[in-house]
Antibody, heavy 129, light 107 residues
Framework: QVQLVQSGAEVKKPGASVKVSCKTSGYIFTGYGISWVRQAPGQGLEWMGWISPYNDYTNSAQNFQGRVTMTSDTSTSTAYMELRSLKSDDTAVYYC??????????????????????WGQGTLVTVSS | DIQMTQSPSSLSASVGDRVTLTCRAS??????LNWYQQKPGKAPKLLVSAASSLQGGVPSRFSGSGSGTDFTLTISSLQPEDFATYYCQQSYSTPLTFGPGTKVDIK
């Protein structure tokens, strides 16, 4: 079955960076995009961006542009999300999720099925001095 | 960006009740609307994609409908395991956005 398993909880100081991994199994890694979504304590869901492991095309939300880097390693079927210049309000559970159908043309990728299924178990990132 | 709203923000219901949750988009999103269920401490779970397509393994008491700007998720007979928070999400355009959620708890 399709599984996404994330790395463990992290505690970081303000200004530091964090890199979360998402190891996938049960499907062809390059066939689906991976998205990152975060959830602050007691709050709703916030989309951060997505990556196509097919060609490493990325699209990130404006709120995170310049601070987030999404990458993938096809040899291990693992996606990564690095967030830099951490602030206290970056404290959240970070989820990876497989996206529905996408396609790529001329190095640009498009979502045809922008739903998230399944999700990783989540990684708690705590930013505190 | 497309803004998503949900109503009510919370509701109390009893086992066996019929429950209808509403989601509205700030502009037309055709049928690019997905619903998730999240229980405390767990990752969200996809229930319905493309407004009305029930995911495999999801009980048939769940159903989704709507198009354009107005959507509903209906639970025909609420079960104890259905008490959770429900989120809608638009996939019409990036940035992908979620509604603020509807929390369903026990009356």
């Amino acid at each position: 079955q399709v599984q996404l398993v994330q790395s463990g909880a992290e505690v970081k100081k303000p200004g530091a960076s964090v890199k979360v991994s998402c190891k996938t199994s049960g499907y062809i890694f390059t066939g689906y995009g991976i998205s990152w979504v975060r959830q602050a304590p007691g709050q709703g869901l916030e989309w951060m961006g997505w990556i196509s492991p097919y060609n490493d095309y990325t699209n990130s939300a404006q709120n995170f542009q310049g601070r987030v880097t999404m990458t993938s390693d096809t040899s291990t079927s693992t996606a990564y999300m690095e967030l830099r210049s951490l602030k206290s309000d970056d404290t959240a559970v970070y989820y990876c999720a497989r996206l529905g159908d996408s396609f790529c043309s001329d190095d640009i990728c498009y979502l045809r099925g922008g739903w998230f299924d399944p999700w990783g178990q989540g990684t708690l990132v705590t930013v505190s001095s | 960006d497309i803004q998503m709203t949900q109503s009510p923000s919370s509701l109390s219901a009893s086992v066996g009740d019929r429950v209808t949750l509403t989601c509205r988009a700030s502009q037309s999103i055709s049928s690019y609307l997905n619903w998730y269920q999240q229980k405390p401490g767990k990752a969200p779970k996809l229930l319905v994609s493309a407004a009305s397509s029930l995911q495999g393994g999801v009980p048939s008491r769940f159903s989704g409908s709507g198009s354009g700007t107005d959507f509903t998720l209906t639970i025909s007979s609420l079960q104890p395991e259905d008490f959770a928070t429900y989120y809608c999400q638009q996939s019409y355009s990036t940035p992908l956005t979620f509604g603020p959620g509807t929390k369903v708890d026990i009356k």
